[in-house]
């Protein structure tokens, strides 16, 4: 089994749930009391936050790199980054190192062919929404990429992190999240993806009724076949 590390604590309330689907994942193919080889540099999000919001990306970007070739070197065989908006600085995390990096639109990508569809609403931080690293990355794999309106946008990025990064879960916004997903659906989505990893604490796939790509059960399962294949 290789070892994976985890880039983590973006929040800390999403890694735990990459933590544990990639245990639980383990264990279900391997039996017994097999667990993950896991290395783990988990942060405070609050300086990850405001680097953000300056931003400060390459910052961000050689914070991040510095601890995966730090992962490295203390035996990780991959890198997997417990997060879809600090994607954005995954070119400097890959020039770093020298062992895989994971992305997660990729296996998000190659999750959404195995489904079918071709057109997906793309939710996440205003950053993952609004900015090419993301759609951009979806699109050249041959999705075709729909968001929501500014106003949507907006709403959608501040429920991630007024509520859903302080471990609040809010039944209004569940509502009104799923009102926008009604509305992406009408303008031709043929299915969602969950680009934030705390969207799935507020919207799971037995609330909509048709494909829902949930990005941190996708990555984390992928991280499991990469660590077994």
């Known amino acids: 089994m290789k070892t994976i590390g985890l880039l983590g604590g973006m929040s800390w309330e999403s890694s735990i749930e990459y933590e544990r689907i990639i245990n639980t994942e383990i264990r279900r193919r391997l039996g017994g009391a097999h667990s993950a080889d896991l290395l783990i540099r988990s942060y405070n999000f609050g300086k990850i936050e405001a680097l953000q919001e300056a931003d400060e990306w390459e910052?961000?970007?050689?914070?991040?790199?510095?601890?995966?070739?730090r992962l490295e070197e203390a035996g990780a065989d991959?890198?997997?980054?417990?997060?879809?908006?600090?994607h954005k600085v995954a070119?400097?995390?890959?020039?770093?190192?020298?062992?895989?990096?994971?992305?997660?639109?990729?296996a998000t990508a190659d999750a959404v062919h195995r489904s079918g569809i071709r057109s997906v609403a793309l939710l996440g931080t205003r950053y993952t929404m609004e900015q090419d690293f993301y759609r951009g990355r979806l699109a050249d794999r041959g999705l075709e990429v729909m968001v929501p309106d500014a106003a949507d946008r907006a709403y959608i990025h501040d429920v991630i992190f007024e509520e859903l990064v302080q471990g609040r879960v809010e039944a209004g916004s569940k509502q009104r999240f799923l009102e926008i997903i009604g509305d992406q659906y009408a303008q031709g989505a043929e299915g969602v993806v969950a680009g934030c990893t705390e969207i799935e604490l507020l919207v799971a796939p037995e609330d909509l009724h048709r494909p829902y790509f949930p990005t941190t059960r996708i990555h984390a399962i992928a991280a499991a076949d990469a660590a077994l294949a």
């Open 59 to 69: 910052r961000a970007g050689a914070l991040l790199a510095t601890d995966a070739v």
């Open 91 to 106: 070119p400097q995390i890959e020039a770093a190192i020298t062992i895989p990096f994971l992305h997660i639109a990729d």
């Open 78 to 86: 991959l890198i997997v980054l417990a997060t879809n908006t600090m």
